[in-house]
């Protein structure tokens, strides 16, 4: 107990050290003027032959890789990653294609009669995508217990929110060759029917700035929807025990505000629907902070009992760079107002913070410049409108506003299989607007169709519901993230780890039948002497085997002919060993690819027991052989070693 409250001890006073530590606003502005320069974050985009597909079909893609912070093509990776995953998650194909010097790629996914009908997620990223938006899913020990080491099961547990992502349908193949009529889905069976949800109206709440305080008024985003997440139109009443003190309604896609000013007691919004009363409490006020409102080129900030002892800063950035810092100077009333300069068109982000690095409000705001709007491609057709499958047709494409030679990709289908879905945005909404939001953005070409009051309303009101940050401040305001896991990669790569192999039981070939079936023999040559011993006294013999657990289990054993006993494959990760960590010393990697006749051979040092080798590129088929041997140790004599061979495609 001395020893828990000893560490429990100086884990609070570090702590207590570090809330402390306060760096100077020029520090800070020193960070993020680096981190716009060094993580730059790319996007993609994928532009899709059409908007639905028949099993049998081939689905056909054209993308484009660019950077964020200027939207020109990417002049940093060079290979892209386009997946297609299962209605059930799970991959049916990755494709690896090269990413040209103009940032341009192409592939396709023929689709087998084997897939089943359903909705299927296209999914692209480059390598140095991976690196940014990373959420760790919780994991039980036992799931840990699966893996080598504690690093490949977090690395397993894990997804990324800022991946390109559509969701398309892929519908069964239809009974006539070219017979599109009907739709159908021919599903996976399962074992289990998920039942329907209960109809049930549901509401969040999002403060400006992040959070409401006491004694200020504050501005409150709210969204309602329903069971499934489909927007609900409602109108409501905001209470404080038995008053009422502000109406409230929804404007566009169940969104709307409200204005508040909070008093320590609790307040609830309350809606009828379908017959049914709702009643949702707000967000708890904070006795100290500050609110945040944007408009009309200022950032107005209320504040309340913010700490004397250090300063507070603003910044701008969009897409991850850095446009606007200054020092924020509060008046005797906590008020401050700070003007903003011409900002780029697309989602910022203005965060007021102190010089302890925490931040006080955040909010993201749309800009639009229109300086993309002439940017239009005209194609006049040929006088008819109706054509024939396969016929040629002649186009004669425009494209305005455009000063030098660029490249265009035109996707030309059947209106008969048109799908109507709230996915209606191009290019320049993916990545202006719902690239920068979490989850799905509905009908995004909408709040492009006009700049009007209506049509701005419903563009901030979508701010400050889906306002998710995809540049987090902290990390870009700290140094200590400048340095990234993965590299932009101009060429295959192949990297791993160097572990110490350790010493197993021998493996029988009766065990190898098994193994199928989940489960491995325990000691089986072990078990078979014992039970040739059992069998001369005509005593059972006990073994004891450890599991994962640490916990002992006795199996009792007898001469039945063909009678063997079996435990579980986790048990084997005790002779495998749990965690296993990296080499204490580095050691020499060989890699060799063979491509047909030719064969391609390196050999380096690792690098914290990690290594990393381009592969030249190639087309088809590979063989990749991997060994690795301590500096001293000859070619013929492993000190350790570890053969690969793995196939390329």
């Known amino acids: 107990m001395r020893r828990l409250l000893l560490l429990l001890t100086i884990g609070i006073a570090a702590l207590s050290a570090w809330a402390e530590e306060q760096r100077t606003l020029d520090d800070i502005k020193t960070a993020l003027e680096q981190a716009s320069v060094r993580q730059v974050q790319e996007k993609v985009y994928v532009h899709t032959d059409n908007m639905c597909y028949f099993v049998g079909d081939t689905l056909w893609y054209k993308a484009y890789v660019v ?17 297609l995953l299962s209605p059930d998650g799970l991959l049916v194909e990755r494709q690896t294609v090269v990413v040209s010097d103009k940032g341009l790629s192409c592939g396709g996914f023929a689709l087998p009669d084997s897939l089943y009908g359903g909705y299927y997620e296209l999914r692209a990223y480059t390598r140095w995508m991976l690196n940014f938006n990373v959420t760790q899913h919780r994991y039980s020990r036992t799931d840990r217990f699966s893996f080598y080491n504690n690093q490949m099961a ?61 004694g200020v008024k504050s501005r409150v985003a709210f969204e309602v929807t329903d069971q499934i997440g489909q927007a609900v139109n409602i109108s409501g009443a ?80 969009c897409r991850g760079v850095l446009k606007h810092f200054c020092q924020v100077e509060f008046d005797a009333q906590g008020n401050a107002v700070v003007d903003l300069p011409q900002l780029p068109t697309g989602v910022n982000n203005v965060t007021l913070f102190d010089t302890r690095g925490k931040v006080i409000a955040d909010r993201l705001f749309f800009i639009n410049n229109h300086d993309y709007d002439g940017h239009a491609i005209t194609v006049d057709l040929d006088s008819k409108n109706i054509f024939s499958p396969y016929s040629k047709v002649s186009l004669n494409v425009k494209a305005q506003g455009v000063a030098e030679p660029t490249n265009i990709s035109i996707a030309v289908r059947d209106t008969r299989t048109d799908e109507a879905t709230y996915d209606n945005g191009d290019i320049m909404t993916d990545l202006l607007l719902s690239s920068e939001l979490k989850g799905f953005v509905a009908s995004p070409a909408y709040y492009f169709e006009a700049d009007d009051e209506k049509h701005r309303r419903a563009l901030d009101l979508l701010m400050m519901v889906q306002g998710w940050r995809k540049y987090k401040w902290q990390e870009l305001s700290d140094t200590a993230f400048n340095t990234r896991r993965y590299q932009p990669e101009t060429t295959l790569t192949v990297e ?111 690098n914290e027991s990690k290594f990393l080798f381009q592969i030249p590129p190639f ?24 053969g690969i061979e793995v196939l390329i495609a």
């Open 67 to 83: 950077r964020a912070d200027d939207l020109k093509f990417t002049d940093m990776s060079r290979l892209l990653y386009v997946e």
């Open 154 to 214: 977090r690395d397993y547990f894990r997804q990324w929110e800022g991946l390109y992502s559509r969701v398309l349908p892929i519908y069964s193949k239809p009974d006539e060759a070219g017979d599109f009529t009907y739709k159908r889905f021919y599903s996976r069976p399962k074992q289990r029917i998920q039942k329907p949800k209960k109809e049930r109206l549901n509401v969040n709440f999002f403060p400006e700035g992040g959070s409401i305080v006491e």
């Open 238 to 317: 905001i209470t404080r025990g038995d008053e009422t003190i502000a109406k409230i309604s929804t404007e566009y896609m169940g969104r709307g505000t409200f204005d508040i000013v909070p008093t320590g007691k609790k307040m609830k919004a309350n809606f009828t629907w379908r017959d049914k009363h709702y009643s949702f409490t707000l967000p708890e006020a904070e006795s100290a902070g500050a609110v945040m409102r944007v408009g009309e080129g200022k950032v107005m900030i209320a504040s309340k009992m913010l700490p004397k002892d250090c300063q507070y800063g603003l910044s701008v950035m």
């Open 496 to 606: 791993g780890s160097v572990h110490r192999m350790l010493s197993i039981n021998e493996v029988l070939p009766e065990e190898i039948a098994q193994w199928k079936k989940g489960v491995g023999m325990i000691g089986f040559k072990e078990m078979e002497e014992a039970q040739d011993a059992a069998s001369l006294s005509d005593q059972p013999v006990e073994s004891e085997f450890i599991s994962t657990e640490d916990i002992s289990v006795n199996v009792e054993t007898t001469r039945d002919e063909g009678n063997l006993e079996y435990g579980s494959i986790g048990s084997a990760n005790e002779d495998l060993g749990v965690n296993q960590r990296s080499l204490k010393y580095e050691v020499l990697v060989e890699a060799e690819l063979a491509l047909g006749q030719d064969i391609v051979a390196s050999v380096q040092k690792t």
């Open 619 to 642: 087309y088809g088929n590979a063989f990749l052989k991997m060994k690795a041997y301590k500096e001293k140790d000859s070619l013929k004599k492993y000190g350790i070693c570890v």
